[in-house]
């Protein structure tokens, strides 16, 4: 593997590119491991027959799907010994662990997501959180925070006032700040005889939600996360791309594009530039739309590759924040995590080996030809000797070397979990 590294590095030096440096770099981006890929979305409620809701499903009905807080934390530890630089792990609101009675999602508090906090510290990992308004009785109508009914509005509402305390209390405990999401599934299947009202009152609901006092802004990060249509919700999303864009730019919070909420044929690399210049920070959900799902696993693609290739080119990693957001119930979880976050990784440093300062000086000098074959050659770098060197220097396997010991893990853990917990 040293051989194949040292020509490698030597290839790229040639453009000025530091392979060492570029690692080093690439395992330090943070990325959040969200927790939903290990038991489909489905959360720890235990309602009876519960799937995720919200037009939001994970299709597939591969066994072994983890069914309690510590099965799911296993699969993470497995999958994290197999993805090189995890340091966070992003949750839902509804994988709140209850020692006495079950409450609801408006009553929920940081002792709920002791057993999580206990587990990260020991792992010395930070959480990342998310409030949850899907999947849930109250949110049936289709309508949650813009609801027309008071009582379920006010009752998202404390939800979501008690998930940023809970993302709060994260913050301490980890000495670094949470990031929290706001996505809801608002919206309707046809064509609304009112599209204003919904907007008004959501708009409404996240003012009374944000100003919490209590609630430390550079502790508790909100992001709010927009979406272009879902199933269900074909017609009409409450909290689309232009409402929350506005939002987010007037409230000073941010602002979450997730790469699978746009028009089937839309990317989001180009936006990237776009917002920042105006945006406080983005959250991107990494992400791969696939005709009308949204969530396949992440796999090595241009589309991956460019949005990481944006933010490198416009330096903005630390206005920028990564958390993965696929589901996939068809195949092995714990390979699903795997190979969507190494491909994440892999991308962070397929952009860090970008060789920004000539493509820039020979698209200056007017030489598209030079910059469009430089790009394209990149491609064809030995690249995976320099994946490989970073794999080593975190101590994960290198190249397909993972793959075995994932099957083992299927077989002796996950294999074993056949009687339905519920
Ligand atoms: C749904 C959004 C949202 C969820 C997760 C579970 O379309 O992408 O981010 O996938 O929060
Ligand atoms: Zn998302």
Request: proline content about 4%; charged content about 25%.
């Amino acid at each position: 593997m040293d051989q194949a590294y040292q020509l490698a590095k030597q290839r790229y030096a040639t453009w000025g590119i530091d392979t060492d440096a570029a690692i080093l770099q690439a395992l330090n981006i943070p990325v959040s491991l969200h927790c939903w890929q290990a038991d489909d979305n489905v959360g720890f409620e235990r309602r009876a027959g519960e799937v995720a809701g919200g037009g939001i499903l994970a299709t597939g009905n591969h066994p072994g799907r983890a069914r309690t807080g510590d099965e799911m934390r296993a699969d993470l530890a497995t999958a994290m010994s197999l993805i090189p630089g995890i340091t966070r792990v992003n949750l839902h609101s509804y994988y709140a662990e209850f020692a006495g009675p079950a409450v609801d999602r408006d009553q929920l508090t940081p002792a709920h997501f002791e057993k999580w906090m206990v587990w990260a510290a020991e792992r010395k990992i930070a959480l990342d959180f998310n409030a949850s308004f899907h999947a849930h009785p109250l949110a049936e109508s289709g309508y949650t925070l813009s609801s027309a009914d008071e009582k379920v509005r006010q009752f998202w509402i404390r939800h979501a006032r008690a998930a940023r305390q809970i993302a709060q209390a994260m913050a301490i405990r980890q000495g670094s700040p949470c990031h929290i999401n706001f996505w809801i599934p608002d919206g309707a299947k046809d064509l609304p005889s009112d599209r204003w009202s919904p907007r008004t009152r959501l708009a409404q609901s996240y003012d009374a939600i944000f100003a919490d006092e209590s609630i430390d802004s550079t502790r508790c990060l909100d992001f709010v996360e927009s979406k272009l249509f879902g199933i269900g919700s074909e017609e009409y999303v409450v909290g689309s791309a232009e409402f929350y864009t506005n939002y987010a730019l007037s409230r000073k919070i941010g602002l979450c594009m997730d790469m699978g909420h746009y028009h089937p044929t839309e990317t989001i690399h180009d936006k990237i530039s776009g917002h920042l210049p105006f945006q406080r920070k983005l959250l991107l959900h990494v992400s791969r739309p696939l005709r009308w799902d949204s969530d396949h696993v992440v796999i090595f693609n241009d589309d991956l590759r460019s949005i990481f290739l944006e933010v490198a080119r416009g330096q903005a990693w630390d206005r920028t924040v990564f958390a993965l957001d696929f589901f996939d119930a068809s195949l092995n979880r714990v390979a699903a995590y795997v190979i969507g976050t190494r491909a994440t990784r892999k991308a962070a440093l397929y952009a860090l080996l970008d060789p920004t300062a000539q493509l820039r000086a020979a698209e200056q000098a007017g030489n598209h030809a030079r910059k469009l074959a430089l790009m394209d050659e990149m491609k064809t770098m030995p690249f995976g000797a320099v994946w490989d060197m970073l794999c080593a220097r975190a101590s994960v396997p290198a190249g397909t070397d993972w793959i075995d010991k994932m099957e083992q893990y299927e077989q002796l853990i996950v294999a074993q979990r056949t009687a339905p917990a519920r």
